[in-house]
Every structure is written in C-alpha cells, then in structure tokens.
T-cell receptor
Framework: DAGVIQSPRHEVTEMGQEVTLRCKPI?????LFWYRQTMMRGLELLIY????????DSGMPEDRFSAKMPNASFSTLKIQPSEPRDSAVYFC????????????FGEGSRLTVL | SQELEQSPQSLIVQEGKNLTINCTSS?????LYWYKQKYGEGLIFLMM?????EEKSHEKITAKLDEKKQQSSLHITASQPSHAGIYLC???????????FGQGTRLTINP
C-alpha cells in the first residue's frame, strides 16, 4: 500500500509568492494532520482534520496560512503571501484513529522562501 | 513543544554501547509515542505506550512509561549505525485529539 504522499518534495520560491503544498493520505484513514518542522521550534502541529472537517487550526501561524480538505483523499496547505520565516519542512500525516494515535507521515515538503 | 522535554538534545555513542533517551511532561500523558526520523525523511513510528508502568520492546529498542504517566524512556541496547537518527516523543495531552512532540534527540553512532 502506498503511504502518505506529499508534493512537491522541494519548493524554492521568492517572498510574496503563493505556495501550495499537497497531500494524499493513506486510503481509509479519516484523520489528517499538517505539521511544520524547523530547527528552532521543532515539530509543530498546524491543523488537523477528521472526516475532511477541520477540527483544530489553533496552530496555524497567521491568516496567510490556509488548509483545505475537499475530499478524503486530498488536502492542501496554502501560504499566501509567503515570507522567508515560512521556510521549513512541512509534513502531512494521516491516522485511522480519531484521536490521532499512530500517525503515518509523508516524506515532507521542504520549503525555502528567498 | 515545551509541554514535552526531551533529553539529551544530542547524543554521540560508540557502536555497541547502550544508551537512554528521556521524555518528560508536567502533565499526565494519555498516550506516549516514540518516532524515529532520518535526515530529510518523514517520521517512522516505533512504539506506543498508554498504561502506567508499561514497557515495550522491538528488536534492541525498549520503551517504558512510568507509573505516573509523566515520563518515558527509550533504551537502545548494543547500538548500531542503523540506530542513528533523530528520536522524537509525541504525546496525547488528553482531550485535545492531537499529538504534540518534543524537540527531538539527535543520535550519532560512531563506528
């Protein structure tokens, strides 16, 4: 079975540009999580969905960040406009447990904003 | 997350030696998860602990959760180069339905 699939793996963009990160969770998993990892702050939860519905977005840093899950097999994390401090590795994870439990992580999307 | 403190932040050990990584919370943990991450890759699930005093082992890695469910340790016996990576503990802090993670422990194994 395919794991969590994220794209792009690497993105380099200029400040002010829109960035869209994509995630395909494992089929049958009903919870999806977006995390951001930096050296300074470690792994931070941005937002998570249960059954395609956003449950907790308290970790989303600013209004520049938005996430959607239009169906059970696809989610996006959008940053508009991007800033250099958004540079990080963004991970998507999915789980079959409503409370999170064992998370299956994608390989991550490494974002660099110049 | 400051809710979970991991120690040490980095660790360098000689191949074949034993080592322990700790994860501490000021709150009762409703579930404690250990993950391993290699540079540039995602996190790989290792073990989950839920009951106070619980201990689990997989190959040469043993994880324990204390009786108060506020501290966990990860012990590696006879370390190998394949054990190198970043170890992260994650915890369900109760009722929030989400995992928060410690800062991670970077493990280097010298041959």
């Amino acid at each position: 079975d395919a794991g969590v699939i994220q794209s792009p793996r690497h993105e380099v963009t200029e400040m002010g540009q829109e960035v869209t990160l994509r995630c395909k969770p494992i089929s049958g998993h009903n919870s999806l999580f977006w995390y951001r990892q930096t050296m300074m702050r470690g792994l931070e939860l941005l937002i998570y969905f249960n059954n395609n519905v956003p449950i907790d977005d308290s970790g989303m840093p600013e209004d520049r960040f938005s996430a959607k899950m239009p169906n059970a097999s696809f989610s996006t994390l959008k940053i508009q406009p991007s800033e250099p401090r958004d540079s990080a590795v963004y991970f998507c994870a999915s789980s079959s447990h409503p409370g999170g439990g064992e998370l299956f992580f994608g390989e991550g999307s490494r974002l660099t904003v110049l | 997350s400051q809710e979970l403190e991991q120690s040490p932040q980095s660790l360098i050990v000689q191949e074949g030696k034993n080592l322990t990584i700790n994860c501490t919370s000021s709150k009762t943990l409703y579930g404690l998860y250990w993950y391993k991450q290699k540079y540039g890759e995602g996190l790989i699930f290792l073990m989950m602990l839920q009951k106070g005093g619980e201990e689990k082992s997989h190959e040469k890695i043993t994880a324990k959760l204390d009786e108060k469910k506020q501290q966990s340790s990860l012990h590696i016996t006879a370390s190998q180069p394949s054990h190198a990576g970043i170890y992260l503990c994650g915890a369900d802090m109760g009722g929030a339905q989400k995992l928060v993670f410690g800062q991670g422990t970077r493990l280097t194994i010298n041959p």
